[in-house]
């Protein structure tokens, strides 16, 4: 939910399905993962509304009793309600996590998406017709001057830092710090992001 750009409000629900296959007994053993997922997605703007699918297939490696590594690479599809929501990518990531007590955890991670990009600007915009395409007009942003969204591919690099904190068996406090570039030729666009949340395992 958005506080301020209430047409950004989705709810989704779906079904996941998932297989693994561990490569021998004990916690040292590499673990295989083939996960697939498919979402129905509602939004309060009707055109962003659509349908969501993805695979993820992913490897898991303990390294030592407190410390993990993993890969992954996810392909996605998302079909909007209007065609200029629509979505198509893959992304790959890599992560370490580290473990030194119980109560604490570090995760170091750098993911690389490969797909499409929705950027919204004022024309005229030559930088953005000349690396993509105008697709529609979008008032979700409430200005007085209209916003188009244009489409292009383009590459994602992205560098997080995670810090979590045990609050007991099934919750955990988690604080996060991201730099992410997204870039097409001579288009640029630099992200900071910091979030924090509690997650709980139900």
């Given at each position: 939910m958005w506080p301020r750009f209430d047409g950004l409000?989705?709810?989704?629900?779906?079904a996941r399905l998932g297989w693994?296959?561990?490569?021998?007994?004990?916690?040292f053993a590499p673990l295989l993962r083939l996960d697939v997922s498919?979402?129905?997605?509602?939004?309060r703007e009707s055109g962003r509304a659509g349908r969501a699918g993805s695979a993820t297939l992913s490897a898991r490696q303990?390294?030592?009793?407190?410390?993990?590594?993993?890969v992954?690479?996810?392909?996605?599809r998302y079909d909007g309600r209007a065609h200029a929501f629509d979505r198509t990518g893959a992304e790959t990531a890599l992560s370490l996590t580290?473990?030194?007590?119980?109560?604490?955890?570090?995760?170091?991670?750098v993911r690389?998406?490969?797909?499409?990009?929705?950027?919204?600007?004022?024309?005229?915009?030559?930088?953005?017709?000349?690396?993509?395409?105008?697709?529609?007009?979008?008032?979700?942003?409430?200005?007085?001057?209209?916003?188009?969204?244009y489409y292009f591919i383009a590459r994602t690099e992205t560098l997080?830092?995670?810090?979590?904190?045990?609050?007991?068996?099934r919750a955990e406090f988690a604080l996060g710090v991201e730099w992410r570039n997204t870039r097409r030729g001579a288009l640029s666009y630099r992200n900071r992001i910091v979030s924090a949340g509690v997650l709980f395992n139900l």
């Open positions: 409000d989705r709810a989704a629900a779906g693994q296959h561990k490569f021998g007994l004990g916690p498919g979402d129905l997605v509602a939004a303990r390294l030592s009793h407190w410390a993990l590594a993993q992954a690479h996810t392909w996605t580290a473990s030194p007590s119980a109560a604490w955890r570090a995760t170091i991670g690389r998406w490969n797909g499409g990009v929705l950027s919204y600007a004022t024309p005229p915009r030559e930088d953005l017709i000349k690396e993509g395409k105008a697709l529609t007009i979008v008032s979700t942003f409430d200005r007085a001057d209209p916003l188009v969204a997080r830092l995670e810090v979590g904190r045990t609050l007991g068996p």
